[in-house]
């Protein structure tokens, strides 16, 4: 996989409060030398074709970790051989750059398969396993309604989708 990085301006923005998140670990012990950077943009690819695309407004890159936290960021994967892709956008994230795991933190919405719309105060994305996921209190909107669980699992190679926690039906007034 080719990783590609360019700079560009993007827009300001605020932080927002998150929720308990999972902690892999990128950034324990000694951090080297801090990158700061404004208008990150990440690509991953294979081929001529992206596969995944990451802009942020603002970032620290730790080059001896291969780790970039991110500030309002939006997030691309596409579709492709065996994958349906997802789109996302947050207030403040982490990448590792080796692995293409990425965790969204703040205000998170995005859209995946069928336009299924989520929204929560985290989702992680596993690469490797080829999941986005939370395990926090999330909103689904589609065509057919209006849910909230406990969490979901988009398996993106899989074209699957699952409610976690329970599930209960919004109705509008």
Same mark, same amino acid.
């Given at each position: ?19 308990e998140?999972?902690?892999?670990g ?10 700061h950077?404004t208008?990150?943009?990440f ?19 730790y080059?001896e ?5 991110l *500030?309002? &960021? ?5 579709? =492709?051989k065996? $994958?349906? +892709?997802f ?10 750059l ?7 933190e703040?205000h ?5 398969e ?5 929204e ?15 395990? *926090?209190? &999330? ?5 057919? =309604?209006?849910? $909230?669980? +406990? ?23």
């Open positions: 996989m080719t990783v590609l990085f360019a700079l560009a301006s993007l827009l300001a923005g605020g932080r927002t409060a998150v929720a998140v999972p902690d892999h990128w950034l324990e012990g000694d951090l080297g030398q801090i990158l950077v208008g990150m943009i690509v991953a690819s294979e081929g001529s074709a992206n596969e995944i695309l990451i802009r942020a407004e603002t970032a620290e890159f080059p970790r291969e780790v970039a936290d *500030d309002e &960021v939006e997030v691309q994967v596409a579709p =492709g065996g $994958r349906l +892709g789109q996302m956008r947050c207030d403040e994230g982490r990448l590792n080796e692995t293409q795991a990425f965790v969204a703040g998170v919405v995005g859209t995946i069928g336009n299924r719309q989520f929560a105060l985290w989702v992680a994305y596993d690469e490797g396993e080829g999941v986005l996921y939370t395990d *926090d209190p &999330v909103l689904i909107v589609d065509r057919a =309604g209006r849910y $909230r669980g +406990g969490g979901f699992r988009y398996f993106v190679n899989e074209e699957r989708f699952r409610l976690e926690g329970g599930a209960t039906v919004v109705q509008d007034p």
